[in-house]
């Protein structure tokens, strides 16, 4: 079973977080389903950048992003090469290592 570590992060995981998922899991299910409440305003849709993160291990595992997924992306606060939006990265069979940036950009939510 693919093993998410999650990189410290000081609001939704202080201590960072090893997660066993299993594979075809979107990174975001995974990190709601193991107590890890990252923003995912359009509720997975793919409509918005709130579930941006950054797959700093295990990116080439990973399905390629879409065009629409590549077109948000773009407006994500600090978008990196290898950003993805976790609602739409599927755990494949790697491990991965994910940093879940400290900011969102969240027009419905301005306390961040």
């Not at 093993?3 to 000081?10: D, E």
């Not at 709130?50 to 407006?75: K, P, W």
């Not at 290898?82 to 609602?87: E, I």
């Amino acid at each position: 079973m693919p093993r998410i570590t999650v990189l410290p992060h000081a609001d939704l995981a202080p201590e960072g977080a090893v997660l066993d998922v299993p594979a075809g899991t979107s990174i975001c299910a995974a990190l709601l389903e193991n107590g890890i409440d990252i923003e995912h305003a359009c509720d997975m849709s793919c409509a918005c950048t709130t579930c941006h993160c950054i797959v700093r291990q295990g990116f080439d595992s990973l399905g390629e992003a879409g065009e629409n997924e590549d077109d948000l992306l773009d407006r994500a606060w600090g978008l990196q090469a290898q950003s993805r939006l976790s609602c739409q990265a599927i755990v494949a069979e790697a491990d991965l290592v994910v940093e879940i940036p400290r900011y969102t950009i969240n027009h419905a939510k301005e306390d961040r």
